[in-house]
T-cell receptor, first 112, second 113 residues
Framework: GENVEQHPSTLSVQEGDSAVIKCTYS??????FPWYKQELGKGPQLIID?????GEKKDQRIAVTLNKTAKHFSLHITETQPEDSAVYFC???????????FGRGTSLIVHP | NAGVTQTPKFRVLKTGQSMTLLCAQD?????MYWYRQDPGMGLRLIHY???????AKGEVPDGYNVSRLKKQNFLLGLESAAPSQTSVYFC????????????FGPGTRLTVL
């Protein structure tokens, strides 16, 4: 089955800095890679996703890149703000399965 | 449109007691899931359902049972609770569309003493 590794487990940055979270996956059949943000006391919420026919996708201050050959994808947050502080999860799933495998999460702390 | 709701939000059980967690979604989604979240372990799939009347095991199904008698509801049961089942439980749902986006509920914090 699919295995998703996520690093780092904790990331501490100063407000205004950039943050990068990296994930690797094992199943070459995976073609959908969502990223979720989980604020304290809430359920995860999708913030951005990418499919294997796209190398990069951007939405304002967040972007995701995908390297199919190396089987890794990354989340980039620019100009971080204190409200970006949360736990971020990556996931991978293969087309039509609708059963994603999640990484273990990254706790992002943005210091004012 | 409430999305995905979970009942209850908090619960404390004694070892050996039973309980049922209720998940409801109003988006007419076919797929529904139950996850548990433990510190440092991410989200682990307990059971899921691909439609009304169907259920399937996930990564950590032992000690849990589920039922999906109605499309909008997915129940998670603990027949004899154990301290190892202390966790935060999340329900999620997905529609059969181009996007595999999962919509999560707010979670249920369960403590088993």
């Amino acid at each position: 089955g699919e295995n998703v590794e996520q690093h780092p487990s904790t990331l501490s940055v100063q407000e205004g800095d950039s943050a990068v979270i990296k994930c690797t996956y094992s199943d070459s059949a995976s073609n959908y890679f969502p990223w979720y943000k989980q604020e304290l006391g809430k359920g995860p919420q999708l913030i951005i996703d990418i499919r294997s026919n796209v190398g990069e996708k951007k939405d304002q201050r967040i972007a995701v890149t995908l390297n199919k050959t190396a089987k890794h994808f990354s989340l980039h947050i620019t100009e971080t703000q204190p409200e970006d502080s949360a736990v971020y999860f990556c996931a991978a799933s293969s087309g039509g399965s609708y059963i994603p495998t999640f990484g273990r999460g990254t706790s992002l702390i943005v210091h004012p | 449109n409430a999305g995905v709701t979970q009942t209850p939000k908090f619960r404390v059980l004694k070892t050996g007691q039973s309980m049922t967690l209720l998940c409801a979604q109003d988006m007419n989604h076919e797929y529904m899931y139950w996850y548990r979240q433990d510190p440092g372990m991410g989200l682990r799939l307990i059971h899921y359902s691909v439609g009304e009347g169907t259920t399937a095991k996930g990564e950590v199904p032992d000690g849990y049972n589920v039922s999906r008698l109605k499309k909008q509801n997915f129940l998670l049961g603990l027949e004899s609770a154990a301290p190892s089942q202390t966790s935060v439980y999340f329900c999620a749902s997905t529609g059969l569309a181009i996007s595999d986006t999962q919509y999560f509920g707010p979670g249920t914090r369960l403590t088993v003493l």
